[in-house]
């Protein structure tokens, strides 16, 4: 199994910057290791759904991003630490909500929260105006 743990949450002001990170382990069925993964971040705010925030492909050569963060948010991968990242930058009351780690049985990346097999516990994030 995969095991994903989220960390960097917490409260910060309007215009202030959080980097989450998401630290792996574990293998899926099919023994493949965190560094084969696709990953992705997702979000969920209070009363709504959980939304597609970014995805990267294994190696991070490719990044996917929600509109509504293209611009201030950006996700990266350290394989070698078996971690991913989402630094958000320009953070406003809208982003509130809990962050999401999650893990792909393959190498691409998606923006559908199904195509993830692995979910870490979430982390809270809370923008205040």
């Known amino acids: 199994q995969v095991q994903l743990v989220e960390s960097g949450g917490g409260l910060v002001q309007a215009g202030g910057s959080l980097r989450l990170s998401c630290a792996g382990s574990?293998?899926?069925?099919?023994?493949?290791?965190?560094?084969?993964?696709?990953m992705g971040w997702f979000r969920q705010a209070p009363g709504k759904e959980r939304e597609f925030v970014a995805a990267?492909?294994?190696?991070?050569?490719?990044?996917y991003y929600a509109n509504s963060v293209k611009g201030r948010f950006t996700i990266s991968r350290d394989n070698a630490k078996n971690t991913l990242y989402l630094r958000m930058n320009s953070l406003t009351p809208e982003d509130t909500g809990v962050y999401y780690c999650?893990?792909?049985?393959?190498?691409?990346?998606?923006?559908?929260?199904?195509?993830?097999?692995?979910w870490g516990q979430g982390t809270q994030v809370t923008v205040s105006s």
């Open positions: 574990g293998r899926t069925g099919s023994g493949r290791t965190f560094r084969n993964l696709g």
């Open positions: 990267t492909t294994w190696s991070g050569g490719s990044t």
């Open positions: 999650a893990a792909k049985s393959s190498a691409t990346a998606s923006d559908y929260a199904a195509a993830y097999d692995y």
